[in-house]
C-alpha cells in the first residue's frame, strides 16, 4: 500500500514505514539511543530526501523514547537530576547545530554533511565500544572481575554535583559539555544522540548501566522536541504524515524493547549496538564511494 508524503515528495509503502519506526522503537527501549543514527540512513535508503528525514525522524525519536522512557521510569533506573544537567547543554547545542544546518542549507551542502558526520560518528564509536564490549565479555568467561573505573580528570573539576541514583559527586561541567556535542548533533543529523550519550555516560562519568539507559532517554525527548520545532519552524521540512506512521511503529517497539532488555546483560547490550552502530555506518559508507544510478539530479535553485 503506497502512501504520498507532502514534504518529502515521494510515496513509500505503509508497511514499510511502520516497520521502520517499529524497529527504531525497539531499539530506544532496549539501548537507551532515540534510534536516530538508524531511522534517519534507513529513510535515506527508501528515498526520503536527507533534509525531510533529519527533521522528521527526530519528531518519531521523541514518541519512541517517552514510551520506553516510562518502563523505566517503573523501575526506579531514572537519573532525573543528571538528565536535567544533560538537558541544559543540549538545548543550547540544539540552537546551534540548527544555525549550522541553515547556513549549509543555503549553501546547498546539508546532504553531503549529514551523510559525511553519521559515516565519523558511527564509525568512531562503533569501533570503541565494540572492543570494550569483546573486552568485557572474555573477562566475564574467563571469571576474572572487570577492573574498577579509577577517578580520572573528570573528578578533579569544579563545582561538583552529587548525583544520588548514579552514586557519583562530580562537576557539572563534563555532564554539560556532554548534552552540547548530544545537541549540535541532534539537530544536524536528526539523531536522539544515545549512540554518543551512552558510551559517554557509561565511560567518561562512570555511570551505572541500569540507569544510564533510562536517563538518555530522558535527556533525548526534550532535545530532540526541541529540535522538531526549530527544523518546522525555520526549514519547513518535518513531514507530518511520515511522522505519524514512524510514531504509531516506534511507540509499540519501544514497549517490546524495554522488557527485553531486562533479559540481557550489560556487556551482550553493548556489544549488540556496536555491531549495529559500525553496519550503519559500512552501508553508509559504501553509498558515498559507490558510483551513484544517476550522477545528476534536479531541483529547485
Known amino acids: 500500500m503506497q502512501v504520498y508524503l507532502p514534504i518529502a515528495e515521494v510515496s513509500v509503502n505503509l508497511f514499510l514505514l511502520l516497520g521502520l519506526g517499529g524497529v527504531v522503537g525497539l531499539l530506544s527501549g532496549l539501548f537507551g539511543v532515540g534510534g536516530g543514527f538508524l531511522i534517519t540512513p534507513l529513510l535515506f535508503f527508501v528515498g526520503i530526501p536527507p533534509a525531510v528525514a ?80 569483546l573486552n568485557a565479555i ?76 533510562g536517563t538518555s532517554l530522558f535527556q533525548i525527548i526534550f532535545v530532540t522536541a526541541f529540535t522538531t520545532i526549530l527544523h518546522a519552524t525555520t526549514n519547513y521540512t ?22 527485553l532488555g531486562t533479559y540481557l546483560r550489560a556487556e551482550q547490550l553493548r556489544i549488540a549496538l556496536a555491531i549495529l552502530v559500525l553496519a550503519v555506518c559500512g552501508k553508509l559508507g559504501l553509498d558515498l564511494l559507490l558510483r551513484p544510478a544517476e550522477l545528476y539530479s534536479i531541483g529547485a535553485a
Open 238 to 259: 518535518v513531514d507530518l504524515l511520515l511522522a505519524v506512521m514512524l510514531i504509531v511503529g516506534g511507540v509499540v517497539g519501544a514497549q517490546f524493547g524495554a522488557k
Open 54 to 133: 533529519v527533521a522528521t525522524s527526530a519528531s518519531q525519536i521523541v514518541a519512541a523514547s517517552f514510551s520506553a522512557l516510562l518502563a523505566h521510569v517503573r523501575r526506579k533506573t531514572v537519573d532525573f537530576r543528571m538528565g536535567t544537567v544533560l538537558l541544559v547543554g543540549g538545548l543550547i547545542g540544539a540552537a546551534l547545530g540548527i544555525w549550522v544546518f541553515n547556513l549549509l542549507r543555503e549553501l546547498g551542502q546539508v546532504d553531503l554533511l549529514v551523510r559525511l558526520s553519521y559515516v565519523l560518528f558511527l564509525g568512531i564509536i562503533g569501533a570503541l565500544m565494540f572492543v570494550e564490549s
Open 138 to 213: 572474555r573477562n566475564t568467561r574467563s571469571g576474572k572481575r572487570a577492573p574498577r573505573r579509577k577517578h580520572n580528570w573528570v573528578h578533579a573539576l569544579p563545582v561538583k554535583m552529587k548525583f544520588r541514583t548514579s552514586g557519583l559527586y562530580i562537576s557539572v561541567f563534563p555532564p554539560l559539555l556532554v548534552g552540547l556535542l548530544v545537541g549540535v548533533l541532534a539537530a544536524i543529523m536528526g539523531v536522539g544522540g544515545g549512540f554518543i550519550m551512552v558510551p559517554a555516560m557509561i565511560y567518561l562519568l562512570g555511570m551505572p548501566t541500569k540507569v544510564v539507559i
